[in-house]
């Protein structure tokens, strides 16, 4: 573990014990490729950490260890930490703002980074949009470029009773590239589409990925695409089930569907998501 990896860990352990409210979520995602002309089985591990020093201000950070396993026995193995601050001073309002940095084998992508802010507006059990801005920085890449990522969103909520509902959201993602990585195509636009039904401590989710994408920002900024591979249609869905107020267990697959460019080649990816959450 590297100088930056234990520092983020002391971060995380300093900001739980000066937090009013603790979420810690460890995780593992075995990821399977097929026909993947250069890609072979890899894995992706990580912590999670939200702390609340109050109702208004919220701390999350998130350090993720990827051994990505390539034909002819190469590996790359990457080191990404997250950071975000989100703000509810105004009520019905959240603010948030953070940043994504990759430490890296590959030459090519190593100290990229990502800044994202986001502004939402909501009212409780009822109905949210907001919008997201990200803007990726791949100094060390050949030729180097920048990507700016615009993702507004809409939800819906569609409560039974007091425990038990449906929630139904629609995003958007329009990727802009200042210079054309492998294809002639700078710009990519794609939609989402999710549902999850909640009932006391249980609740299930479904998504649907339509359209492309290219050095993509998914999950709120804490999962980077830092690869020239087109992503295309994917789907998943996952089942979240609280033990306790203070535990609940994840489990999901995520599907993804892209062509690697590159190399001429088309495959598709699939990721077991395997998560503890401990709230304190």
Request: net charge positive; charged share 20%.
């Amino acid at each position: 573990m590297n100088r930056l990896s234990k520092l983020i860990l002391m971060l995380i352990f300093a900001s739980a014990l000066n937090a009013q409210s603790v979420t810690i979520m460890p995780y593992h995602l075995p990821i399977n490729y097929k026909d993947s002309g250069v890609r072979e089985n890899s894995s992706l591990t990580g912590i999670y950490g939200a702390f609340q020093s109050d109702l208004n201000n919220k701390f999350e950070l998130a350090l993720d260890y990827s051994d990505l396993n390539y034909i002819s026995n190469f590996k790359i193995k990457q080191y990404d930490f997250t950071f975000a601050y989100t703000n509810e001073s105004i009520p019905g309002w959240r603010f948030r703002a953070g940043g994504h940095y990759i430490i890296s084998d590959d030459d090519l992508t190593d100290q990229a980074y990502v800044l994202f802010a986001g502004v939402s507006k909501y009212r409780f059990r009822s109905w949210d949009v907001n919008i997201d801005t990200y803007y990726s920085n791949y100094n060390n890449y050949t030729p180097s470029f920048n990507a700016v990522q615009l993702s507004p969103g809409f939800g819906l909520t569609f409560p039974f009773d007091r425990t038990q509902g449906i929630y139904i959201n629609s995003s958007a993602n329009y990727i802009m590239l200042n210079k054309r990585i492998i294809s002639d195509k700078r710009n990519y636009f794609s939609l989402q589409e999710t549902l999850t039904y909640y009932k006391n401590r249980f609740s299930i989710s479904a998504y649907v990925l339509f359209g492309e994408q290219k050095f993509a920002v998914r999950q709120k900024g804490f999962l980077v695409f830092n690869v020239a591979d087109l992503m295309k249609n994917g789907y998943g869905a996952s089942i979240t089930y609280s033990f306790s107020r203070n535990f609940f267990l994840k489990g999901g697959v995520e599907f993804d569907k892209f062509d690697e460019e590159a190399y001429g080649t088309s495959a598709t990816s699939t990721k077991f998501i395997i998560l503890a959450g401990f709230n304190y």
